[in-house]
């Protein structure tokens, strides 16, 4: 009995249907250590056993480098050598495989490099040390460092995650500060004095206010403020409708504070200026790196998505390089 039939007699029914199944789209649901990474490495060997199609063929993603290290012990105490000629990547690391082996495709053919945390951290402490003294971000503690290094650096790869350059997260900042010009005065007429039985009635004028004021979202899949705001204010009042104020008194706090002037403001609006002067960082990051000819941790994934959507060439070699793609943790 060789190892993989060893392992296949020890799955349940619906297990061994899952390993079974060769050709198109399936879907494993089930809770942590039930055996979804025992599945996938048998269903690969099960697709080499039976379709004949070369290792190399056959594409297998996970989301760790640890995950990626261990999918490929397995496979080699069932397969042997064969377990290396697979394509066993991490989402990212997969990402630089298409970047250098389809150079053709990204920065316009010039080959550019992944970027180290290392250096990356360098560029970003550089651009920083380069900002005007008075730059809401440049402040720094001669042991401490940048004051504001992990949040620019966490800042700048949640914005590259949501698909925003530069210049769209600037026109959100834009659009943000418009719309707390239309937030900011309902807020200091139903927040400024104490909570009572009528703010319920004063929070419904608002949202009608706040539907009325809205003009849509400020980039493609991200909402306004005004539109978060009403759900919001729309879920404080179903919460009034108990018959307390305590909902509305901790929103206030939660949300609110007092502005320069001392009219009540949502707190989101005191943010503008740093904001911006991270669009600012930003956008001098992404032309560095560029100038270096480096792509960062982020752009692994996000330069590989808009190539094979912009490329249907692209997308094609990739559809005939791996016959098979199977993802853990998906």
């Known amino acids: 009995m060789s190892e993989f039939e060893r392992r296949y007699a020890k799955l349940n029914p619906e297990q061994k249907k899952a390993v079974d199944h060769i050709e198109g789209p399936l879907l494993v649901v089930a809770g ?47 397969i042997g050598q064969d377990a290396y000629r697979l394509a066993i990547h991490t989402f990212h690391s997969f990402g630089v495989e298409i970047i250098g082996g389809y150079p ?47 949040t620019a650096t966490r800042a700048i790869g949640e914005l590259k995650k949501a698909g925003l350059s530069p210049g769209d997260f600037r026109q959100v900042i834009n659009r943000n500060e418009e719309a707390f010009g239309i937030l900011n005065p309902l807020i200091d007429r139903v927040f400024s ?12 004028r608002v949202i009608d206010e706040l539907a009325a004021g809205d003009t849509g979202s400020p980039s493609p899949g991200i909402f306004s403020v005004l539109h978060v705001l009403r759900d919001s204010l729309s879920g ?5 409708g108990a018959g307390t104020n305590t909902p509305a008194s901790d929103w206030k706090k939660k949300h609110t504070e007092k502005g320069a002037d001392g009219s009540r403001i949502h707190k989101g609006s005191i943010h503008t200026e740093k904001l911006l002067a991270l669009a600012d960082l930003y956008e001098s990051y992404e032309k ?20 094979i959507e912009a490329n249907p060439g692209l997308a094609q070699r990739i559809r005939d390089r791996y016959e098979y793609i199977l993802v853990d943790e998906f």
């Open 32 to 78: 942590p250590g039930t055996g979804k990474t025992e599945i996938l490495g048998l269903r690969t060997v099960n697709i080499l056993r039976k379709t004949g199609v070369p290792p190399g063929g056959v594409l297998c993603l996970t989301f760790t480098n640890a995950a990626a290290y261990n999918m490929r012990r397995r496979l080699s105490e069932l």
């Open 104 to 150: 053709e495709y990204f920065y316009g053919g010039t080959r550019f490099y992944p970027l180290d945390d290392v250096t990356r951290l360098e560029i970003l402490e550089d651009l920083l040390g380069a900002l005007p003294h008075d730059s809401p971000i440049a402040s720094s503690h001669p042991e401490g460092g940048f004051a504001y290094l992990e």
């Open 193 to 204: 004095g104490r909570v009572s039985k009528q703010t319920a009635s004063d929070i419904e």
């Open 236 to 240: 404080l009042l179903s919460e009034l």
């Open 288 to 307: 560095r790196i560029h100038a270096m000819m480096y792509y960062d941790y982020d752009d692994m994934i996000l330069q590989t998505i808009e190539a």
